[in-house]
């Protein structure tokens, strides 16, 4: 299997040999070329440096439009589901990076133009000297169990034929846990326990810089959600071999959790 390894290193231009990922708009270039497949580039691009895939470099740049004759232009959720991890991960950090400097091009302080930080995926003020990095915005998923049951919710927003977790957003001052407990409450009315983290996921279809976290919980026996009828539409017990066609995408840490919770009521 590939291994992709994320870093800011840019020493350098592509070389000829390098992989590139175009991103235009929400939309990435498939398969990912080489540099030397993608003569026909303006000179100006302006190419981000990603990391390396098994030692060769990987680079990103952004384009005002789609140039149909170089290939495929698929949204992420595609190219995650037909080329699978590492190839994921890369396209989602390109369109993550690409996206948030394209939507962080002035100082927030005094309109001065930014300019990018060496080495870093991150840019300053020249003007005020105000430091602006990639800021992440982690959330939660939560997994919650009754017995041999695990609760699924759809959301009155998004793929809303989805069966998918209780999922939200980290506020300022909160812990992951804390934030757990809070949108489980809100969401579906219900108190947790046996917390336990599972792991997290870059998550490029919510914007620049968004990490899902997920955990597995316990509910009380008995325990009935109480949807919030703002951000989910419903929410039902499912028992662990029986669950709904309409699930999360296998490339998504919701399913991972999903599944998960299905192997871990097999034992």
């Known amino acids: 299997m590939s291994r992709f390894v994320p870093d800011a290193v840019s020493a350098a231009p592509p070389s000829p040999a390098d992989h590139c990922v175009l991103v235009a708009g929400r939309r990435l270039l ?140 980290v506020e300022a001052g909160e812990s992951l846990e804390e934030t757990v407990h809070r949108e489980v409450g809100e969401e579906v009315g219900l108190t947790v326990s046996n917390l336990r983290y599972f792991g997290s996921q870059p998550w490029a279809m919510s914007g620049p810089g968004v990490v899902l976290t997920g955990f597995l919980a316990t509910a009380a026996p008995g325990a009935e959600p109480v949807v919030d009828g703002k951000e989910l539409a419903e929410a039902r017990w499912f028992p662990l071999n029986d669950l709904p066609d309409a699930l999360p995408p296998t490339y998504s840490i919701s399913r991972w959790l999903i599944d998960a919770a299905v192997a871990e009521s097999a034992r």
Request: aromatic share 8%; net charge neutral.
């Open 30 to 169: 498939t398969p990912f070329p080489r540099r030397a497949d993608l003569a026909e580039l303006p000179d100006d691009v302006a190419w981000v440096p990603l990391g390396a895939l098994d030692g060769v470099r990987v680079w990103a740049a952004g384009l005002p439009e789609r140039i149909d004759t170089l290939g495929r232009w698929r949204g992420w959720p595609s190219v995650a589901a037909s080329l699978g991890e590492p190839l994921a991960a890369l396209a989602g950090r390109a369109l993550q990076i690409v996206t948030w400097r394209h939507s962080h091009r002035f100082c927030g302080a005094c309109a001065t133009e930014l300019v990018d930080v060496p080495g870093e995926h991150a840019r300053r003020c020249p003007g005020c000297d105000l430091y602006v990095p990639m800021q992440l915005s982690p959330a939660v998923l939560t997994a919650i169990r009754r017995g041999d049951e695990i609760l699924l919710v759809k959301h009155t927003y998004g793929p809303t034929e989805l069966w998918a977790l209780v999922a939200g957003f």
